[in-house]
């Protein structure tokens, strides 16, 4: 793994970001708290959910000693750490997932509460950031595997899945565990680390930084994109309060005006006048009313970025700024209007209206 190059690494996350986007870091303590409380299978479900996998997991415990358990209850993965004659796991494998050949595909209601069988190891409690950094590549597999992924089984692919999908901190602290031990004869403390995952240090250092820069970027395009939704509401609020005003002149010229009308009024007071003129502005807010609550609703406290594509931030946040352009005409439209009808109305009522 020391001889895949960083171009390769670079490559691949841009090739998943494209195809599932990329999300903000999961906060971890809430993970934590259940492997503590020994709530392992709801810690595993959480993580599941934050890789957008809403499974339901089946969860059963394989013994520390491998050699003392019948031979179904064992790890079958040769990948996560050393295996015996048999096949077993042994040493530190703490977590294994069953790929089902019916896995519905990625995002679809099928994939609500279907089952996932999971083995963890009884220790699993002892390393907690080691075992939710190999559940988070193991369950990355589903995720690639649900996806009909041409790469599904590429490890190196699966662990940038885990970390562009939320879990880069914790495969950070969890990719390199530290085990003392004593050798008897000699009474000589012994450290052994062993490192889980498919990235070298290189390779995993050189994917973090690529991964939080485009995070940053995404989450700078956020920010801005809800000081504009911010702006688009406001400058609703104002539209909706001139069709008010309208309305209200209209009515009041209708009903109290005595005055002359200007020759170069005259037409558009004419226009005013007709049935659609209202029920267009009011179209037209309808509109834009709907917009906004589709784009708040989206888009903020967002943690899941699509960079690419029809749904990505910066489409979303060129869409809103036509929007906003588009409403701002109209709102000097109305506003011309406005002042139009003011000119038949007494002081009063030009002070109330404007």
């Known amino acids: 793994m020391d001889k895949i190059d960083n171009r390769y690494i670079d490559k691949a996350i841009d090739e998943l970001i494209s195809l599932i986007g990329i999300k903000k870091e999961i906060s971890q303590n809430s993970l934590l708290n259940q492997l503590h409380a020994g709530n392992t299978n709801i810690c595993i479900e959480h993580i599941a959910a934050y890789l957008g996998l809403p499974v339901a997991i089946n969860l059963t415990y394989v013994p520390d000693n491998p ?175 001139h069709i008010q005003n309208v309305s209200k002149l209209l009515d009041y010229i209708d009903h109290h005006s005595n005055k002359k009308f200007d020759t170069n009024d005259t037409l558009r007071l004419m226009q005013l006048h007709q049935p659609n003129y209202l029920n267009n502005l009011k179209d037209i807010a309808k509109r834009h009313i709907a917009e906004l609550s589709s784009l708040s609703n989206q888009y903020t406290e967002l943690s899941y970025f699509k960079p690419n594509g029809p749904l990505s931030l910066k489409n979303a946040l060129a869409q809103l700024q036509l929007s906003i352009t588009e409403l701002s005409s109209n709102l000097f439209s109305v506003n011309n209007d406005i002042n139009i009808l003011r000119k038949y109305t007494n002081p009063i009522h030009k002070l109330r209206w404007h």
Do not use: W
């Open 67 to 241: 050699e003392s358990t019948y031979f179904n209850n064992h790890f079958d993965s040769h990948s996560l750490a050393v295996t015996d004659t048999y096949g077993r796991g042994k040493e530190y494998i703490t977590a294994q997932v069953m790929i089902p050949s019916n896995i519905p595909k990625y995002g679809t209601d099928e994939m609500r509460n279907f089952p996932i069988s999971v083995k963890v190891s009884n220790t699993c409690i002892n390393y907690p950031f080691t075992f939710m950094a190999i559940m988070a590549h193991e369950l990355s597999h589903i995720v690639l595997h649900s996806l009909r992924y041409q790469k599904k089984d590429n490890e190196l692919y699966t662990d940038l899945t885990a970390m562009i999908l939320g879990f880069s901190n914790v495969l950070g602290l969890g990719r390199k565990n530290t085990i003392n031990s004593m050798n008897t004869p000699l009474s000589i403390a012994i450290k052994t680390t062993y490192t889980y995952g498919y990235l070298s240090d290189g390779n995993f250092n050189f994917a973090l930084l690529k991964i939080k820069e485009i995070l940053a970027e995404n989450e700078a395009d956020n920010k801005l994109l809800l000081k504009e939704i911010d702006k688009y509401g406001k400058l609703l609020n104002s539209y909706k309060l």
